[in-house]
């Protein structure tokens, strides 16, 4: 016991020794030698002593983190290859739980080194499904990128994509155990995998196909001079005139009838409720073919396009709303297009 704390005490003031080794301010020295009744002389400068107190320093320091490194390290082996036992065991556990009674006996006989293979062969089936994984999710990913920029180009606001996906009609249910225990409900992979599902709902709820088959636009969306009075004010839609003397007029998407009637200034309306709050109008219209309640398809004729209401000659005014408020239909219906064909040349 006391060779134990006198050892210890030694280590304690070790560091202090060492510094003040490291420190001294040495002197040059002479070693006397005696030899046959002659004296010589050996001189020792205090750099030469400096530099060699240094190194001895520095190697037993050395040494010493060698030590200590090599002693955490096997510390670390014990350690895992206590880890890897356990995992083993809980390999073994849950093989035999999840099997017949006839396989749990061939389980229950393998030997050591048999139930090691058996645990590395799943552990790298394990690592071959998360390489899959992170390949998936990479592209994922890269796909979400290019969705974000396509409902950049659409033109919808924050407040618009919300309101479409608000409306997008969810169910199911989900248990606490299957978050705690499925590595595809956790972290990036389930935050990437959301996030493509949600901009997906939002793309594929838009309309991607124009009222009128072939058609040249005489006044965008935006804000314009009125027709009629000369006052500035924002146009909420798009006037459209038939090209080829196709009068018909189309919905933009599968839906239903929520109005069909004559308006002071739209003359001739009609208006189709679709999916996720979207609503399109279609106004000016010279009759109308459709009724209140109607479910129509985009091969569906609601009328032909008219110069009824407020309006200044033959033309089809559109419009597309979300939640109530209008968005530049060209925009949204082009950008439902353009992801339309991206998804029809990766099936």
């Known amino acids: 016991m006391q060779l134990a704390r006198l050892l210890w005490r030694n280590a304690l003031s070790l560091p202090s020794t060492l510094n003040r080794l490291w420190h001294k301010e040495f002197q040059d020295s002479r070693i006397i030698f005696e030899q046959n009744g002659d004296l010589q002389y050996f001189a020792v400068s205090a ?15 050395g040494l010493l983190g060698l030590i200590v490194f090599l002693t955490f390290t096997t510390i670390n082996l014990h350690i895992s290859r206590a880890r890897l036992e356990h995992s083993h065991q809980e390999v073994f556990k849950a093989l035999v739980s999840s099997t017949a009674d006839s396989e749990t006996s061939v389980i229950g006989s393998m030997t050591e080194d048999q139930m090691v293979s058996l645990a590395q062969s799943i552990r790298d089936r394990d690592m071959s499904i998360r390489r899959y994984v992170d390949t998936s999710i990479a592209a994922v990913s890269q796909e979400n990128l290019s969705l974000k920029s396509q409902l950049d180009s659409s033109g919808l606001t924050e407040k618009i994509v919300k309101i479409i996906q608000q409306n997008n009609p969810k169910g199911g249910f989900s248990l606490s155990d299957d978050l705690s225990t499925n590595p595809l409900l956790r972290g990036k992979v389930a935050d990437e995998l959301a996030t493509n599902r949600s901009l997906r709902d939002v793309l594929f709820a838009l309309p991607s196909k124009m009222p009128v088959s072939n058609f040249s636009l005489t006044s965008d969306f935006g804000i314009r001079k009125h027709p009629i009075h000369g006052q500035t004010h924002f146009h909420t839609g798009l006037d459209l005139q038939s090209e080829n003397g196709d009068d018909k007029v189309h919905p933009v998407k599968d839906g239903v009838v929520v109005l069909s009637q004559h308006h002071p200034q739209y003359g001739n309306t009609v208006v189709v409720r679709h999916t996720n709050g979207i609503e399109s109008l279609y106004a000016h219209m010279s009759n109308l073919l459709v009724k209140v309640g109607e479910k129509v398809h985009t ?40 992801v339309q064909q991206i998804q029809n040349n990766t099936k």
């Open 299 to 338: 091969d569906s004729v609601l009328g032909y396009i008219g110069n009824t209401g407020a309006s200044t000659g033959k033309h089809l005014h559109l419009e597309i709303l979300v939640g109530g408020y209008p968005v530049n239909p060209q925009k949204v219906i082009r950008t439902a297009q353009h």
């Open 47 to 61: 750099k030469v002593q400096r530099v060699v107190v240094r190194t001895a320093i520095s190697t037993a320091v």
